[in-house]
Structures are given as C-alpha cells and as structure tokens.
C-alpha cells in the first residue's frame, strides 16, 4: 500500500480541461489527440480504475507529487519545498526545472545522448514507460484471413516520409495489387478492421528519432496487423525477433516487404500470431502496474528526500539555472566536439575497444 500522507495530482490547466471528459480510458475520445489528454488524462483514468488513489486538478497544487504534460508546465515553474514535479516529456526537450522526466523512448535514458555537460547540470531521475495504446482501438475483422490488400498509414502526414505522399507511390502500390492510405483523419486513428499492414516511415535518414514512441508498432500488435516500420531507435528497442515487424530503408525494401506479405501467407499469419503475443507486454493492465510501482517505489521516496533535504533542494535549482544560463555555449562546444570526433573517440578509450 501507498503512503496516504503523499497526494498524487495529475495536472491539466483548466483551459485545456474540456468538460466531456471520458469516464474510461478504453473509451475513443476525439481529445486523446492531444498529448496532454494521452498521457496526462489517460493515466489518471488508468490508475483510478484500477482503485489507486489520485486526484484530477485543473490548478497547480502546492504540495504533493505533481504529474504532468510538459505542455502543461510552464517553463519557468520552479517546485517549492513540498512538490515533486513529475514531466510526461512526450517528443519534447526536457523541462528546466521538473525533478523527475518520464521519457517514451529508452533511448531517452542514454546519457550520451544529452548535451556537453547535462550530466551535471541536469540533477533529477529520468524514467522511460512505454506509450498507451490507442484508447478504443478496434482490431482488425479476423475474417479477412490471409486477405492482404490494405495498407495503411496512421497519423499526421508530417510524420510521414514526403515520399509517400507522392502519386508515384500510390501507383507503384496499385501495380502490385494493393491499395495505399494515409489515415490522417484522428477519429479514423483506431479503426484497423479493413486494415492488413501498416506502412510507417517517417526518413530514410540516419536520424533513429530519439525522442518518438514505438507506439505505431504497439498499436499494430494489438490490431492484429503486421507492421512495415523504418530504421528508428524505438522500434529497434522492442525488437526480438524478424516477426515483430519489417524494417525497411529504402523505397526498393517497402516494395520488397510488401511482396514478401503479399506472397507468403505463411509470413503473414506468424507475424500476427506473434504480434498478439507482444502485445501482452503493452495491455493497458500491465502498464498501469508499472505506473504504481514506479509511484510507490521511486516517486514517493524521492518526494520525502525532497521535502525533507534543503540542501538537495537549493544545489539542485542552482544546477538547473545554470544548465539555462550555460546551454547556448554548451551546445556550440559539443558541435565543435562531434565534428572533431572526440565523443566517440573518448567513448572507445573507456570502453576498451
């Protein structure tokens, strides 16, 4: 059991509040849209269903622990003695002065990632959950069997490789026998019943996309539809075997996948058996049991040594100003730094290698 004596807030300014919120998580709701709702909101429904005590507030409180979007908080909102601020720092940088991120990406948790001197300027703990599925996902109509002729993408066109928003594409796609579809219509985001792959690239770049979720492919498993995904640090971290999804890095391999789908029935129905099984890993059940633990086993200790610790309270505001006041020429250094190659160079001579 929790320690009562610590309030647990989940923070939504009342202007992004609306009043038609759902009573269930597992219920499609236009707002979800937003982070702030998807993380925030959905969180809360989440553990309160499942009877862990938490309080939805549209005013910032001044005392407790304090969970919250990072579109919430403003930037300069500093916590006093008796909050723990905990940042859903979704694809955002990190907030100036949050104790505690939740990142969705384990990538996110590299410290080699952060910038020349973050490790210590940026005291506080960082913690990676994965990402909520889409809130009243509809799976796929199993009567489609090894049917393979829709391909969809779900999301905002900007997060979609530009060429594959090109006619040229749509015609490659029809010359194989299949159709292609941009999905970008929200109320349309949880909806796979006509659905028998989905296609999600967003560059074929070196960028691996640090900050992005591997929700694409949680959603896919629990649609029951394999999933054709680019080279992105996410999806690479939930690989565990070639059945998760195809990963492709160029538009020769899209063709190449679609073909391998379209031609063996076999593939197909592996990769939806194994999907079904990953997705047990993400059910909303599993995921709420690791917000609890995380805010009965990090949260509230480090909530006491806060309140508890003005010294740890005064060195680590001190740290944070200077990680503001210091960051524009910190970051011009780890460039000079990167262009010499000395990070890797460094990091291969602590390494052994």
Known sequence: MRDRSVPIYFYIPEADLPTDLPVHADT????????IHFWTLQTYLRLKADDFPGQLVSKLPEEGIIISH???LPPDLQPNSRQLIICCQADRSRHNYAQIHIVQNPTGL???LMVLGDRFFL??????LPHWIQPGLIKRDVNRGNLFQNIAFFGSEKNLLPELQQASWQQQVQELGLNWQVISDFN???????IDAILAVRSFSKTDFTWKPAAKLYNAWHAGVPAILGR???YRAERKSELDYLEVGSIADIITALKKLRDNP???QKMISNGSLRAQETIPAKLTARWKHLILQKLIPIYTHWCNSPWYRQTFLLRRQW???????????QQIRNNLGLGTRMRSLLSGK
Do not use: M
Not at 323 to 333: D, G, M, P, S
């Open 70 to 72: 990072w579109d919430s």
């Open 123 to 128: 005291p506080g703990h960082n913690y990676y």
């Open 28 to 35: 499609y709701w236009v707002g979800f849209r937003r982070g």
């Open 266 to 268: 076999n593939l197909y």
């Open 188 to 194: 349309c985001w949880h909806d796979y019943r006509e």
């Open 110 to 112: 590299d410290k080699n």
């Open 232 to 234: 992105e640090s996410a």
């Open 323 to 333: 990680a503001i006041e210091t960051r524009k020429n910190r970051q011009q250094l």
